[in-house]
Each structure stands twice: as C-alpha cells, then as structure tokens.
C-alpha cells in the first residue's frame, strides 16, 4: 500500500508541476549571400560557381553560411528565357538598391542585406563573411524550425529566439538544375545553377513564430528542394538570424 501511496503521491506532484517553456533556438553569427543573377548574362556563370564554392565550402566546415540564388526577368528580352526568372525577385532587387543606394545590375550579391559586392568577386565575399562571423552572438537572433512536406506543398513551421520589429522571409530553394541555354548571350551552354529559389514568402513578424505554406512547383519533387528560414531588421534591412531546414 505505500507503495501504491507513493506513486500516486509523484503522479500528483508531476501533474501538478507547470509546463516545460519551449527551448529558444540559440543564436549566432549568420550569413546569407543573396545573388541577383540570370541565365541571359554571360558574367553570371562565374559568379553562380562562386556562390555554389563558397557555401559548398561553408557546410562541409560547419559553419552558417547560406546561399540563395534570384533569377531575375530583365534579362528575358535580350533572347533567353530563363526558367526560374521572376519579376518579384527584380523587384526585391531593386528594393535592395534603393535601400543601398547602387545600380540595379547582375550578378550583383547582397550579403546579410547591407553590402552589395559584385558576384564574381571572391577574395571581397568571403572577407565580409569573415568579419562577419567575427561579431558577437548578442547581435543575432536564434531561428529554428520543421517541414512538413507532401506532393504538392512544403509546410514551414518556425521559432525565433526574440521578438521585435522583423521581417520574416521564408524562400523554397531547388538544390541544383543544369539547363541546355539555346539563346542570348549565354547561347549554346549548359549552366548548372544551384541555390535556386523557385517560391518566396515574406512576413513582418511581431511573435516569435508563425507558419507558412509554399507550393512546389510543377515537376519539382520536395528531396529536390531545402527551405531556407532567415530574418531581417525592418528599419535597416540588416539580416540577423537565419536556419536552413
């Protein structure tokens, strides 16, 4: 009987206990290199190869270094079609060179959303990376999440460490795809693009998480894809938190 007394008494005591708080992602030095590029422009190649070496380089040292690659559609006139082109990836371009006060050209690299570097200029990109990740962790704030992934859609649930005066971005990014160029300035090769974002989302967050539904497109199966969670100041634009899932 006092054995039954005593595990009744810790079934009470247990019950009676208030509930775990969720565990805050922590937070560290991030880095998201956003390049503005299209398959039309015969300088782009070389700087889609440096994004690809540069984070290829970053996730075999373990370090949070992300990539994502925007098409945008200007190019299009010029005798190319380029598949993953979007005008709303040339308008968050321009956004950046208003913000910037820079051209609109490609390739053109926006590093954590306040330094714009040419694509191809390695020795200058992973020197900013470096400073970067040379910043106290105060100054980042910790971004986790899941997936819940089926045929036609990839769900996105996320968490952030703080809340404040964000803009969450969430981008559906396809790892790889190697395209036969037929016209335009890059006439005649076959480019092979990586960091592809093929679905974007933005959400100006006051909480500390939210969820987030994007469509896969036609053809492109969810193992072909990663999803890439990052944050952004709104008064400045300045990137301070991101998670690829």
């Not at 809340?163 to 005649?188: F, H, P």
């Not at 100041?233 to 899932?245: E, H, P, S």
Request: glycine share 8%; proline share 4%.
């Amino acid at each position: 009987m006092n054995y039954v007394l005593l595990l009744l008494t810790a079934v009470g005591m247990s019950a009676s206990l208030p509930p775990k708080s969720p565990v805050k992602p922590a937070s560290q030095p991030v880095v998201v290199l956003e390049l503005f590029t299209s398959q039309g422009c015969s300088s782009c190649p070389p700087a889609d190869k440096a994004l690809q070496d540069i984070t290829d380089q970053a996730t075999k040292s373990g370090q949070a270094v992300y990539g994502l690659s925007f098409h945008v559609d200007y190019w299009n006139r010029m005798g190319w079609q380029d598949p993953f082109s979007d005008k709303e990836f040339t308008a968050r371009q321009r956004q950046y060179d208003r913000s910037l006060n820079t051209q609109t050209y490609t390739p053109q690299l926006v590093i954590n959303g306040r330094q714009n570097v040419i694509g191809g200029q390695r020795g200058r990109i992973e020197q900013t990376i470096q400073a970067i990740q040379k910043q106290p962790a105060s100054g980042f704030i910790g971004v986790d999440g899941s997936l819940i992934r089926n045929a036609q859609q990839v769900t996105v649930k996320y968490a952030l460490s703080a809340s404040g005066d964000y803009r969450v971005n969430v981008a559906l990014v396809q790892k790889e795809a190697r395209t036969v160029v037929k016209n335009g300035e890059n006439g005649g090769k076959t480019l092979i693009n990586t960091h592809i974002v093929r679905q974007f989302k933005s959400i100006d967050e006051q909480g500390i998480s939210g969820t987030v539904d994007l469509l896969l497109p036609t053809g492109l199966s969810t193992d072909q894809t990663v999803v890439l969670v990052y944050v952004q100041r709104k008064d400045n634009g300045q990137i301070v938190g991101a998670k690829q899932l």
